[in-house]
């Protein structure tokens, strides 16, 4: 039997490393379906219960692994339902291929049922190429651009392959005029900036007194280089999100977070700092970094385009962070003045009491910090971690506190509700052996990852190592953004836009075949996580949480504090309960401390 366009279509994916694909089924994809059952054992098919998820573990898939994502979907809207998770990939800059079907090639222009202009609509998140297959002999080359170009900028990219061609027999392109003949193979380079440039980084390094880094995902793989270079110069170092586990936070000069998810000293390290090196970080918030004029700056990044863009820096070296490091680190003086990494120390020592305090605090009936700061004290070696977006991401940020060798993620640059579960899915098949804790709102899990725990439910079995558990904390709100309403804009909470139906999420896990544990009491806090830790299978862990908690950033302004009061003289249906509970912790960040 000829071989088809479809069979080719899997063969030659296969031949640049997929191994896994994660998507939902459709009649526009029924012949890449056939050709993918009859490629046997080579690939790993993870059928997601939504095509946006599927575009977030392949996305995840990315992240936690280094390949090339990839998912799967039928045309029309299954293709457009890929949107939201191909633009989490694209905005963190990680390597995912779309594939999805469209209607035949005779009905494209007819309006015809499904029939979607594809090309226009991933253009933008797939910039980098898109394309669609018209002829069988014109596929080889677009397989092997649509990978290589994902793989080399680390971005989107999207095929588009029509059901009848799907089927039709495979044709190599004749040695003709208008015929190419690609190949298969990409290697990742070394970039390094010039000589000259790193002699002048340096320079600007070494003549510093208080060196700050700040280290995003670029310096995920480059732990042991980013600290040689932070312990000769006498840095501290604070983390964007997305390169949490960049380093341990068992180092006495890591800060932690940044940003509105910050921690006081990471805004500290920032204020205080002479000079400024950002490793491999795009974050966003150029108001928690240093005043323009402030520090000398110093930026490592392989997109050219992200450099001196938050800060106005001396020198921005194009390059691979760790590479980088390693030619700049003999270039750099041994600092002895430790008086630097002591006041740091300082700041991090009564910022852990602070934590501490907060996450003690009586709340009604828990409160949201506790369970963060529970789990931190009892993570497993290798953990991987996923946070959602939301309050939940502010405890992450603050109260989770990683270890070398542990793994970590979100939807960083979109900020998209709804990855933490398909993230946490996607690191598990990822890493099978690895424990996989999701930390997720009551608003994510009721947006679509309850549905995403089917998969779980269909696919566990087959992890070596069976613990997969998610957190949810239920305080029936859309925490995060009620507490914006009142902070940044003054306003009471919107009742009918912010208020959520109360789920058992617990009984839900339960009545799937999963393990459901409910909390609503402080003193079952730990224990809770104990049992979840040591289950047989995958387990949703639920503790009822007090939404009257705020998410604090780590300074309040004076603005920010008159709209908390402004909200509650306008009349917030929680006010009694805010002024008891949080009122004291939003303006003590701005009234002057007591004396004794």
Not at 20 to 38: E, K, Q, S, T, V
Not at 259 to 270: N, V
Not at 314 to 335: F, I, M, R, S
Not at 584 to 596: A, F, T
Request: with cysteine; hydrophobic share 45%.
């Amino acid at each position: 039997m000829a071989e088809k366009v479809s069979d080719f279509f899997w063969q030659r994916l296969h031949q640049w490393g997929i191994r896994r694909i994660f998507g939902y089924p459709g009649d526009g994809i029924n012949g890449l379906l056939g050709g993918l059952a009859r490629a046997g054992d080579k690939f790993e098919f993870v059928q997601a219960r939504h095509e946006e998820m599927a575009a977030f573990m392949a996305s995840a898939h990315a992240k936690f692994t280094g390949e090339l994502g990839v998912c799967l979907a039928t045309s029309g809207p299954g293709a457009s339902h890929l949107i939201t998770g191909l633009y989490d990939a694209r905005m963190d800059h990680v390597p995912v291929l779309a594939i999805v079907g469209q209607q035949a090639r005779t009905a494209i222009g007819s309006h015809y049922q499904q029939e979607l202009d594809l090309n226009a609509m991933f253009k933008d998140v797939a910039a980098d190429f898109v394309a669609t297959a018209s002829v069988p002999a014109q596929v080889r080359h677009l397989i092997d651009r649509a990978a290589r170009i994902a793989l080399g900028r680390r971005c989107v990219t999207a095929l588009i392959i029509p059901n009848d061609l799907q089927d039709m027999p495979m044709e190599q392109p004749p040695r003709a005029h208008g015929s190419v003949f690609s190949g298969v193979g990409w290697s990742a380079p070394r970039v390094l900036p010039a000589e000259a440039e790193l002699s002048r980084a340096a320079e600007a390094l070494n003549a510093g007194r208080k060196v700050a880094l700040l280290v995003g995902a670029g310096g995920n793989a480059a732990t042991d280089e980013i600290i040689a270079v932070a312990d000769k110069l006498g840095a501290g170092a604070a983390k964007a999100l997305l390169g949490k586990q960049a380093l341990p936070d068992d180092l006495p000069w890591v800060t932690g977070s940044i940003g509105l998810l910050g921690t006081k000293p990471s805004d500290e390290l920032i204020a205080g700092c002479d000079t400024f090196l950002m490793l491999g970080s795009g974050f966003p918030y150029a108001e928690f970094l240093p005043k323009e004029g402030q520090a000398r700056g110093v930026q490592v990044d392989l997109d050219p385009g992200m450099l001196s863009l938050r800060y106005p820096m001396e020198v921005n070296l194009e390059g691979d962070v760790k590479a980088t490091l390693q030619a700049l680190l003999p270039l750099l003086d041994q600092k002895t003045d430790t008086g630097w990494r002591e006041d740091i120390a300082g700041w991090k020592d009564a910022w852990a009491k602070t934590l501490h305090e907060r996450a003690m605090a009586a709340a009604t009936p828990v409160n949201p910090q506790l369970p963060f700061v529970e789990l931190s004290r009892r993570l497993p070696d290798r953990a991987i971690l996923t946070s959602d977006s939301g309050s939940c991401a502010n405890w992450y940020a603050r109260d989770i506190q990683v270890r070398r060798g542990m793994m970590c993620s979100l939807s960083g640059g979109l900020a998209s509700m709804g990855a933490a579960v398909p993230y946490a899915i996607a690191a598990k098949f990822a890493h099978p052996d690895r424990p996989v804790i999701a930390m997720v709102g009551d608003g994510a899990m009721q947006m679509n990852n309850m549905a995403e725990l089917i998969t779980v439910a269909k696919y566990w079995r087959q992890w070596s190592d069976p613990r997969w558990i998610v957190m949810v904390l239920n305080n029936e709100d859309l925490n995060q953004v009620t507490w914006e309403q009142r902070i940044m804009e003054g306003d009471p909470k919107f009742e009918a836009s912010q208020t959520l139906p109360n789920v058992p999420y617990h009984k839900f896990a339960e009545l799937i075949g999963l393990e459901g544990i409910y909390v609503d009491e402080p003193e079952a806090v730990g224990p809770a996580w104990d049992r979840a830790l040591s289950a047989t299978r995958p387990v949703l862990l639920e503790f009822k949480t007090d939404p009257e908690v705020p998410p604090l950033p780590p300074h309040i302004n004076l603005k920010q504090a008159r709209n908390f009061v402004t909200s509650l003289v306008k009349g917030d249906a929680e006010g009694a309960s805010m002024i008891a509970n949080t009122a004291r912790q939003v303006l003590s960040h701005i009234l002057p401390e007591k004396k004794e």
